[in-house]
């Protein structure tokens, strides 16, 4: 089969590599879809680690339909349209824990699948489980115009957030963002947010902020936050080193939390699943919303596909066609 194959530094390659393996509590997809994401720059970079020696196929998630299914799967069936966290998502196909599968909400597409699966995974996780969030809670999502953080405010909306801040670094996306959920925009590169987010929050503060940025906000997110606020470390886009105030951290007594698929177990991840296929009805989240898809993409195009990630310049998910398309 094909596939988008990872040679760390800087290197994608097309090649033919051995179809999986099918286990008996896994299905087999054959891809249609899947998204770009940042962590496939890192490891090109070298700046990712991982756990794994194993070749590494470019993808973090694919959509597609089930063409053959393990002895102890019950849940699925040959042919049922599905998105998947699937690390080596941007291959002809993969084979994963039935458990990590999610059927596609009737509405969408499978380039909507594969936008949404690992975005909805990641923040309900961060929000949730991480962040603990409560109904009527401030929120505040950082790089909320990529496609993970225009899913981070819609999900915290789902789940009954007060406000719902969203930092950019530019006014591009200002409509996107509204129609996502976000209450009030902030601009992270002028000055400092904090007093934005202060001011918005009548001087309290918010009560979870979601980081796909890093190190960079770190201090200004320590000044941002309320009392008892939970900080989760979901990414590291400017940076992995910040300035902590140890004095403030304990006056606020906040809570710093870091989160990644990468050190989790199949199980840890199949938990993952169920918590957010539990707790979000997503044919009825579908029903009113769509994934923000910014571009599709032939799989041949990936190199092109990863520059315009690089570049920063898009708003929501870059996707890859694969097989017979989205």
């Known amino acids: 089969m094909q596939a988008a194959v990872l040679s760390p530094p800087g290197g994608i390659t097309l090649l033919d590599v051995p179809a999986p393996v099918l286990g008996t509590h896994q299905v087999r997809i054959s891809v249609r879809a899947a998204s770009a994401n940042r962590a496939d720059l890192a490891q ?97 999502v950082h790089a909320a115009a990529s496609g993970v953080g225009l899913v981070g405010a819609r999900v915290a909306k789902q789940m009954g957030a007060g406000l719902i801040l969203g930092s950019v670094r530019s006014d591009r996306a200002t409509d996107v963002l509204a129609r996502h959920g976000v209450d009030h925009v902030v601009r992270a590169d002028q000055d400092t947010f904090s007093d934005t987010v202060l001011e918005l929050t009548d001087g309290r503060g918010v009560d979870l902020i979601v980081d796909h940025v890093g190190g960079p906000y770190l201090e200004e997110n320590v000044r941002a936050a309320a009392i008892g606020a939970r900080l989760v470390g979901v990414g590291r886009l400017g940076g992995v080193r910040g300035v902590l105030d140890m004095e403030t951290l304990a006056y606020k007594r906040l809570e710093l939390i870091g989160v990644t698929f990468r050190t989790r177990s199949v199980a840890e991840k199949v938990a993952v699943v169920q918590a957010m296929t539990t707790e979000l009805d997503l044919d009825d989240l579908a029903s009113s919303w769509r994934p923000e898809v910014w571009k599709i993409a032939e799989l041949a195009a990936i190199d092109e596909v990863h520059a315009a990630m690089a570049a920063d310049a898009h708003v929501g998910k870059l996707v890859v066609t694969v097989g017979a398309g989205a």
């Open 44 to 140: 090109l970079a070298g700046t990712h680690q991982t756990p794994s020696d194993d070749v590494l196929i470019a993808g973090l998630d694919a959509a597609g339909d089930v063409v053959e299914v393990g002895s102890e799967v019950d849940a699925f069936r040959v042919g049922d349209r599905v998105m998947a966290l699937a690390a080596g998502g941007m291959a002809e196909q993969v084979v994963v824990d039935a458990g990590m599968v999610v059927p596609i909400p009737a509405p969408w597409t499978y380039a909507e699948g594969a936008a949404a699966v690992l975005a909805l995974l990641t923040e309900h996780n961060a929000l949730r489980t991480a962040g603990r969030l409560r109904a009527g809670e401030h929120v505040m």
